[in-house]
T-cell receptor, first 114, second 114 residues
């Protein structure tokens, strides 16, 4: 597709369950970012991928959060043993190179933990 | 640690007014600055990207300026329209060319009344 695609668009899960969120970046974009946006709050950086490696994982809030990227394309963000405070919109962005190019965002996955 | 502040947090104007949104950042060693628009329940749409060597960028009724030394950027919207109602986010990238995350402000929520 032409833009960054995220799935699912909405996810409701029970507390304690694991969830996987998917991001398909723009084709050819080597840099990929995950952000979290809680209701009424700003965007919190979670993790950055350059190719398939993650040089910056500093934003992951706990060891329940992990992410991987394969084939320099699709990335999945996994949240284990979800808690209610994990409820947020998870946004993915991609960039052509790590240099001075624009970042393009997907529409996000709205995660609700009940 | 880079911090980005946007003032005001909210702004209401009548249609037709020109307006300025402000963004400030604490570390002037940035690679670039990007302005985004976010509509309720949606992802982010890139508006303008200013490289650290540039002073301003223009797109239609939008003009963004950058004063890196003072840590400030402004987004000027001319002849505002109700369709401009959204949250406007400012984000900066640090000076590490290996690839760094965008650090976001909390946004200015703009409401333009007809």
């Amino acid at each position: 597709g032409a833009g960054v695609s995220q799935s699912p668009s909405n996810k409701v899960t029970e507390k304690g369950k694991d969830v996987e969120l998917r991001c398909d970046p723009i084709s050819g974009h080597t840099a990929l970012y995950w952000y979290r946006q809680r209701l009424g709050q700003g965007l919190e950086f979670l993790i950055y991928f350059q190719g398939n490696s993650a040089p910056d994982k500093s934003g992951l809030p706990s060891d329940r959060f992990s992410a991987e990227r394969t084939g320099e394309s699709v990335s999945t963000l996994t949240i284990q043993r979800t808690q209610q405070e994990d409820s947020a919109v998870y946004l993915c962005a991609s960039r052509l190179t790590p240099g001075g190019t624009e970042a393009f965002f997907g529409q996000g996955t709205r995660l609700t933990v009940v | 640690k880079q911090e980005v502040t946007q003032i005001p947090a909210a702004l209401s104007v009548p249609e037709g007014e020109n307006l300025v949104l402000n963004c400030s950042f604490t570390d002037s060693a940035i690679y670039n600055l990007q302005w985004f628009r976010q509509d309720p329940g949606k992802g982010l749409t890139s508006l303008l990207l200013i490289q650290s060597s540039q002073r301003e960028q223009t797109s239609g009724r939008l003009n963004a300026s950058l004063d890196k030394s003072s840590g400030r950027s402004t987004l000027y919207i001319a002849a505002s329209q109700p369709g401009d109602s959204a949250t406007y986010l400012c984000a900066v990238r640090g000076g590490n060319q290996a690839g760094t995350a965008l650090i976001f402000g909390k946004g200015t929520t703009l409401s333009v009344s007809s």
